[in-house]
């Protein structure tokens, strides 16, 4: 492989058109990008550079570089396709539309099975302090999730309150924002990116969908360093590459205690001394939480019947 010194590594912050949009790792998000080949290698063994792949390149004579090697990811997401991502922020709204904690236990899920690390971050709080309504919610939350560990960020895009403290956790990492549609996904972005500009949904309605369909994934660099991916991540969620018995292990607070079950391979369902059920009994596993796992594998199994 050639190497004439002038190797770098990078990321690769945009694919497009057979094009890969490299950044140095050093220097920060002002540092312009090498619009970049991937080298013919990574053809013949069925490899291709991802958005977000940390990548050793160099320039070429044409003004343009070539990617030599990625190097190892640390999490591949397929929807959308970026690696090395490391925090997923779950976007729900207080209200508007209403929180659905099945919805949010089934992205934890998901995050849990790809090796992110999530982040609750409730969005809308004006809507809660104007009338009251999302005020339960917001207690239903610290509740349920702070004892299990979760990060949880309360903000509103519209009055810019809880954005600093989230853009601050946001720093020197790759981030995916996910959610339903209309919780104020692109807001937030807007909020934390000056400069971004997304559409938000009273444009995009106008426009039509295919909002997210057409676009390409391109990381935005912040403040602080770190990149957020400028699309929604997670959008289809079905359970179809995650194996029944991999769901127990996507909630933390049964996965501590799956090991003080009795029977291994124990599903926390059924199973007299399940360490799990015993911690529902007594109050310490939040009952909509099992019932969402219950739930989930019942789901899954139909699924595989189906298939
Ligand atoms: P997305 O579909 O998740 O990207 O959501 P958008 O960012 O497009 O927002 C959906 C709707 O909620 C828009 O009408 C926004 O103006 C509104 N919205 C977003 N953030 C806030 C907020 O913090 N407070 C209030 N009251 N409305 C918001
Ligand atoms: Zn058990």
């Known amino acids: 492989m050639s190497n004439n010194g002038m190797e770098q590594i990078g990321r690769i912050v945009k694919a497009l058109s057979g094009y890969y949009y490299v950044r140095p790792e050093q220097g920060g998000a002002a540092e312009p990008t090498l619009q970049c ?9 069925g490899e291709s550079p991802l958005v977000g792949d940390l990548v050793a390149y160099e320039p070429t004579e044409n003004g343009e570089g070539a990617v030599n090697r990625i190097l190892p990811r640390t999490t591949e997401l397929v929807r959308p396709p970026v690696a090395n991502v490391e ?12 929180l659905n904690l099945q919805l949010l236990d089934k992205f934890l899920a998901h995050v849990e099975h790809a090796g992110l690390q999530p982040i609750i971050c409730l969005s809308k709080l004006d809507l809660a302090a104007k009338d009251g309504t999302g005020a339960d919610t917001l207690a239903d939350i610290e509740r349920i999730y702070r004892p299990i560990g979760y990060e949880i960020y309360s903000t509103s895009s519209l ?4 954005t600093g403290e989230l853009e601050a956790r946001l720093a020197g990492r790759l981030s995916v924002f996910a959610g339903q549609s209309g919780v104020g996904k692109s807001s937030l972005l807007n909020s934390i990116v000056p400069g971004l ?9 106008k426009l039509g969908r295919g909002k997210h369909t057409t676009r390409h994934v391109e990381l ?16 289809q969620l079905d359970f179809q590459e995650l194996g029944v018995d991999e769901l127990s ?3 933390p607070e049964f996965r501590e205690r799956a090991g003080a079950c009795k029977f291994r391979g124990c599903t926390h369902t059924h199973e007299p001394f399940c360490a799990v059920l015993e911690a529902l009994e007594n109050g310490e596993i939040s009952p909509s939480r099992h019932e969402h796992y219950l739930l989930f594998l019942a789901e899954m199994k139909d699924k595989k019947r189906r298939y």
């Open 37 to 45: 080949r991937a080298r013919g290698i990574f053809k013949k063994r």
């Open 87 to 98: 925090l997923a922020v779950l976007v729900f709204s207080v209200t508007e539309p209403t």
């Open 159 to 162: 009055r810019h309150e809880g």
């Open 197 to 205: 500009e997304l559409h938000t949904a009273a444009i995009s309605n």
């Open 220 to 235: 935005i660099g912040i403040a602080g360093g770190g990149y957020v991916a400028d699309t929604p991540g997670f959008s």
């Open 249 to 251: 292990g996507c909630f």
